[in-house]
């Protein structure tokens, strides 16, 4: 069967001048950036020059001071389907110390910002155990999310925006504070994402190496500036599977054989 010849090439992210301040207090001026398709994007910037911040507004909870945003072709004001959208926050944007646990929080990634205290269905119960079972963590969904470790905590996060089988996954520097090698591990479960199932990525991170080796690119990290690197969808081979459907269970395949792991 052939290919719809541009299906991988949809624009997913525009960014057009946009700005944003913190009270009078410019942070991020004047950018324009698209993101198309099962691109693969590196956001990278010193400290305080606003990364988390433009996450923050493409996902909806800030909104720019000046400029315009779109997904998937939308401006964000009429953007509704926000469960395409996986995003993983700054680790130390989470409280520990709330009580919940890690299938809770699992679930969570269901409920959209209308239907915070939805009844889980039997159908979401199943999503829950697919995304537990694809980061290997069942033996710890009763457990406190806060009693868990760094790299735990991540995977548990990860399942969470991988629950509804998102296109964009949003990651603001997904390995800090995780040891190398659980980092490493880390790092190959996003790359398997990426060039085996239809998603795109876009990924803060200090990770220089990760940037190089991947993305093929030297960074450089200007002072108060954000700079993004790119490894475009046509760089891969083909269009991947067009989503998540069946592959939380292979991504899981995949990692019992030893070709990815966390
Ligand atoms: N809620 C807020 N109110 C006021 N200023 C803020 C707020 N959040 C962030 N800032 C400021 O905005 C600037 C950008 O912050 P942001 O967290 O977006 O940067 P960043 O590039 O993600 O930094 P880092 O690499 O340290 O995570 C910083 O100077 C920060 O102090």
Known sequence: MQKAQFACHAPIIELDDV???YEQRPVISNV?????????????????????TLLRMIVGLLKPTGGSIK???????????????GYVPQ???????????????????????????????KADAVKCDDALHAMDIEDLAEKRIGQLSGGQQQRA?????LINNPALLILDEPTVGIDTETQEGFFHLIKHMH????????????????????????????????????????DLEDCGETNLTHSLRGLRQAMESGKVGV
């Open 19 to 21: 700005s944003f301040a």
């Open 32 to 52: 324009s950036f698209a993101v198309q398709e099962r691109d693969f994007v590196g956001v990278i910037g010193s400290n305080g020059a606003g990364k988390t």
């Open 71 to 85: 997904l998937f072709g939308r401006p964000i004001g009429q953007f509704r389907d926000w469960e395409r959208i």
């Open 91 to 121: 680790k130390n944007s989470f409280n520990p110390l709330f009580p919940a646990t890690v299938r809770e929080v699992v679930l969570s990634g269901l409920y959209n910002r209308n239907k915070l205290f939805k009844r889980v269905s």
């Open 157 to 161: 996060f990860l399942a969470r925006a």
């Open 195 to 234: 060039q085996h199932h239809n998603i795109t990525f876009l990924m803060v991170s200090h990770d220089m190496e990760m940037i190089r080796s991947y993305l093929g690119q030297e960074p450089k990290r200007q002072a108060g500036k954000i700079d993004f690197y790119v490894k475009h969808s046509h």
